[in-house]
């Protein structure tokens, strides 16, 4: 376009100032600590629901041999207890006697190593259920955090997006029957130049790219009737005049 009436341009440069200030709430709303620190939290409860899912299979699997060991002790002993019985009730021959006084022998043995297996997978149990213990303590206290985190989190977007509403309702009243092909150059100049698509002349300086511009291009600038649309030689934005310093 080559003009647009000189009051909608220096408008726009409001419209540009609060596009600014959008753009900035957006970039804060990507950017939150909180956001990589919920990263870091994730990670590491990924970690601890692995390390949590490991632990509990392995308590699992000793329980169970536990309760084999238990009732391998358990079938001995009651063997024991019954041999003893017999003998006791004195109804056997001497010789049934002297076996099941033999196997009583062997099996407090027997009972002796079982009982020294089931000693054994007690104790790596309660060493493991110490482990498990402090791992389902890290995870609650990583649950914990992880929530907290969120809560934090959610306050800073429901602060930034009130604010965001506020400024798009403003803008919205500034853009108001602005120019419509001033607007629409705009717009399309915002997304070549990270958001940014007017700027004002300052002297001989663009504010957009914080050039310089050559004396003959300011001149030729200068000449051009205030309605006319002039654009920045180096950084391509709408140059606005009749700004302070112009």
């Known amino acids: 376009m080559t003009s647009a ?26 950017t939150l600590p909180a956001l ?11 970690d601890l629901d692995t390390a949590l899912v490991t632990s509990r299979t392995a308590a699992s699997d000793l329980r169970t041999e536990l309760r084999k ?18 003998l006791d009730a004195g109804q056997v021959s001497a010789k049934d006697a002297q076996a099941l006084s033999s196997e009583l022998e062997s099996l407090a043995r027997r009972q002796g190593d079982l009982e020294e ?7 790596r149990l309660e060493a493991h259920e110490g482990v498990l213990t402090e791992l389902e303590q890290a995870h609650l206290a990583l649950v914990g955090e992880r929530d907290k985190v969120v809560a934090e989190r959610d ?19 500034a853009a108001d029957g602005i120019d419509a092909a001033l607007v629409t150059l705009y717009e399309r100049l915002r997304g070549q130049h990270q958001g940014r698509g ?6 001989n300086r663009c504010e957009g790219c914080r050039l310089e511009l050559n004396p003959l291009d300011l001149e030729g600038i200068r000449a051009k009737p205030a309605d006319a649309v002039v654009r920045c030689e180096e950084c391509g934005r709408i140059l606005i005049r009749g700004t302070e310093g112009a």
């Open 117 to 123: 297996v089931e000693l054994e997978v007690m104790e």
């Open 36 to 46: 990589a620190r919920l990263i870091e939290l994730d990670a590491q409860l990924a």
């Open 198 to 203: 007017a700027a004002p002349l300052r002297g």
């Open 5 to 30: 009436p000189a009051v909608d341009q220096r408008r726009l440069l409001d419209v540009q100032e609060l596009d600014t200030r959008l753009d900035q709430l957006a970039h804060k709303r990507r």
């Open 155 to 173: 306050a800073a977007y429901a602060e930034i997006d009130a604010e965001a509403q506020r400024l798009r309702s403003v803008r919205a009243t």
């Open 69 to 86: 060991a238990e009732a391998d002790v358990e079938q001995v002993r009651s063997r024991a207890t019954r041999n003893q019985q017999r």
